[in-house]
């Protein structure tokens, strides 16, 4: 079984200040890779996903993430981060060919500070 | 369009006592999945229903917890007497089929507390 490991419980940054979330899985198969974000009050919502090609993918509001197979890792990155980016980051993977259900880690709480 | 809808918001009920939680997929989407979040916890990964076939009942915590769709469409999720470490925010989401990934979209959750 898959699972899915994130770093950091609670990072706080001040704006403009550069992120990195840290995002480790366990699976020897091939996986695809997602990032959620879940804001204050609202709904789960997808950031960035991976199955193939570039290892390197941008998604919304300039988030990018860096699949690296080597290492098993997915880690979200933006390089100047904004007060609206505080929110709840969840990282999750699932096997290609699974059912589809995913594995999500336990999730990093970001407060950026104006 | 309308996003993946879930009712009650906030369900407070005591122990032993049976609840049901419903979902509403995106109209269209074949696939829907329950999952839940406990404090300080990811997403555990309860149950996935694909169109007809036979439900994933494989993340399903015990034999108190079961849920049915019906017509392809609305779901139920039942845990029956109720203890207190059911207490999560239960969360359902649909996705379209096709494709190699699909994203799942995700409703605003129930939050279960049993007292």
Redesign the interface.
């Known amino acids: 079984a898959q699972s899915v490991s994130q770093h950091n419980h609670h990072v706080i940054l001040s704006e403009a200040a550069s992120l990195e979330l840290g995002c480790n899985y366990s699976y020897g198969g091939t996986v695809n890779l997602f990032w959620y974000v879940q804001y204050p009050g609202q709904h789960l919502q997808l950031l960035l996903k991976y199955f193939s090609g570039d290892p390197l993918v941008k998604g919304i509001k300039g988030f990018e993430a860096e699949f690296i197979k080597s290492k098993f890792s997915f880690n979200l990155r933006k390089p100047s981060v904004q007060w609206s980016d505080t929110a709840e980051y969840f990282c999750a993977v699932n096997a290609r060919g699974s059912a589809r259900q995913l594995t999500f880690g336990s999730g990093t709480q970001l407060t950026v500070l104006p | 369009g309308a ?2 809808s879930q009712s009650p918001s906030n369900k407070v009920t005591e122990k032993g006592k049976d609840v049901e939680l419903r979902c509403d997929p995106i109209s269209g989407h074949t ?1 829907l ?1 329950w ?1 839940r979040q406990s404090l ?6 309860l149950i ?1 229903f ?1 169109g007809n076939s036979a439900p ?1 009942k494989s ?1 399903l915590p015990s034999d108190r917890f079961s849920a049915e769709r019906t017509g392809g469409s609305v779901s139920t999720l039942t845990i029956q007497r109720t203890q207190q470490e059911d207490s999560a925010v239960y ?1 359902c ?1 649909s ?1 379209p089929t096709g494709g ?5 979209f ?4 129930t939050r279960l507390t049993v007292l």
């Open positions: 996003g993946v696939a999945y999952y300080g916890q990811g997403l555990e990964f996935y694909q994933d993340g969360l989401a996705t190699p990934v699909n994203e799942q995700f409703g605003p959750g």
